[in-house]
């Protein structure tokens, strides 16, 4: 739910931009999380079903908006994210390296 220029400092700044098709933004929309209304977007930008996607997020209402979304979502338990309660997370993890392809699809 970053703002567009972020989002876009960002992408510049570690050469993200191959591989993604679209950029969602929570300046696109009129309500913030924990309004779902971003994550269905996405899926539907995506054309994917949301049983399909996987949101991984670092604060409270994050974690609320992927659940209302129905999609799975891992709990990123930063030092960022500190005092965010994530257990409605399906997940939680301290840092990517617990993340692999073969822990995803596993937990479909």
């Known amino acids: 739910s970053a703002s567009k220029g972020t989002i876009a400092r960002v992408f510049n700044r570690f050469?993200?931009?191959p591989y993604f098709t679209h950029l969602v933004s929570g300046e696109d929309f009129a309500e913030s999380k924990p309004n779902p209304a971003i994550f269905l977007h996405a899926a539907e930008l995506a054309a994917t079903p949301v049983t399909e996607c996987i949101v991984i997020e670092d604060s409270a209402n994050g974690v609320a908006a992927a659940k209302a979304a129905?999609?799975?979502?891992?709990?990123?338990?930063?030092?960022?994210?500190?005092?965010?309660?994530?257990?409605?997370?399906?997940l939680i993890i301290r840092g990517f390296s617990e993340l692999s392809a073969e822990r995803i699809a596993a937990l479909a």
């Open 70 to 90: 129905g999609i799975f979502c891992v709990g990123y338990a930063s030092e960022h994210s500190a005092g965010q309660d994530l257990r409605q997370a399906d």
């Open 15 to 17: 050469k993200l931009a």
